[in-house]
């Protein structure tokens, strides 16, 4: 049996995950809040906590299953700043700081045009570009001493072999930093001023080297244990879809963000204004894709929770035509500037209040299928893909066969996969019924959102 351990650092948590490369699954699993440290200079990423709960973590799993290899994977829209000893030149801002906002139009005159990058400009630091711009201007002296500029997954690599280096769908997750068609960086490194300092990419799979002395000692790890380079934890959900099935199809990550992918879909041009954009997967290639901040969406109006709704909660919401109009999050997704609004609003904590919420997600990831042009089966990977009301409500406002991934969370099997590329089998995962009256409830919804645009 092959053990990879996946470092999982996501926007709400880190998680450490002991993978069996043969079945995929799950063999032990550690986790910690992702929790932002406020300032000076600006509010950042506890990296140091980070990397001792990842040493921790991975003495654990040795000395309790052994460990073969690590691969790290890690949220988008962030770098790493190295000084030129490989220490931090500042700390790794959180990119939902407004800090960037302030010197919005002094960065858009520098910035290449979408239709070049495939990343649509986003507010706070949700552009790479946007925050190395605004570090540099807002911190005297940084932008001379920075040696490494280096994607968030491919941080923890370094941090455990020495070695620097990149990774196209790292760097190409709506940074203005990368040309997906070109495959290579675009113009804004040169603009400012880093062209030579940013890590060179490589190959998500590519074996970096084993960990240092220092590791091996303080984890128990052998000596010679690999560490592959990683990739962009959506792109990591992708990925085990990418050996394993035909285009095309389009997969569903879900998470704090929902990213919607087409694979061998029909998509049209894409429309920066409605958080549509081009991701580079774990081969390369481009992959239109959409988003919305569904999981915090989810936080937001449920408030701490609800029971399952019931099936006669299900029916009392689609008869009523309780419905929940976007955008909880107007600042991101395919509605951005439209406040939400409720019609018929269940009360609180209820099973009917959580169906309605779960119907509203469905909804607007399936607005996200339509604006990439999915054709081809619907794949649900995380958190969503356990809820029977969003799986259901998908189905019917789709009409494509809708598929709950057969694994918890397909991030860290994706990032495993990078030891064992080539064809796989995947566990078959549950097909979704169509929700009785969905189809009838979607048409509503879509009606009422187009009549407030």
Partial sequence: MTRIAVIDIGKTNAKLAL????SLAEIAVETRPNTVLPGPPWPHYDLEGHWQFILNGLARFHAGHGVDGIAPAAHGASIVLLDRDGGLAAP?????HDGPDSVAAEYDAIRPDFAQTGSPRLHMGLNVGAQLFWQF?????????????IPYPQYWAFRLTGVAAGEASSYGTHTDLWTPAARDFSALPTRLGIAGRMAPPRPPGDILGPVLPQIARATGLPPDTPVVSGLHDSNASLYPHLLARD???SVVSTGTWVICMAVGGAAGPLDP????LMNVNALGDQVPSARFMGGREFETIMEGGAPDPSPAEIAEVLASGAM????VDPANGPFQGIAAEWRHEPAPATGARKAAMSFYLALMTAECLGLIGHRGAVVVEGAFARNRAFLGMLAAATGARVEASGSA???SAGAALLFRPG??????????APLPGGAAYADAWRQAVANRR
Avoid at 19 to 22: K, R, T
Avoid at 137 to 149: C, I, K, Q, S
Avoid at 273 to 276: F, I, N, P, V
């Fill in 273 to 276: 204004a409605r958080d549509t």
């Fill in 423 to 432: 064809p796989v089998t995947l566990p078959p995962g549950e097909i979704a």
């Fill in 324 to 327: 929940l109009l976007p955008a």
């Fill in 137 to 149: 201007r807002t911190l005297p002296g940084l932008r001379e001493a920075v040696g490494t500029v």
């Fill in 247 to 249: 285009a095309p199809f």
């Fill in 409 to 411: 969370t397909g991030t």
């Fill in 92 to 96: 790794m801002l959180d990119y939902e």
């Fill in 19 to 22: 993978v069996d490369l043969d």
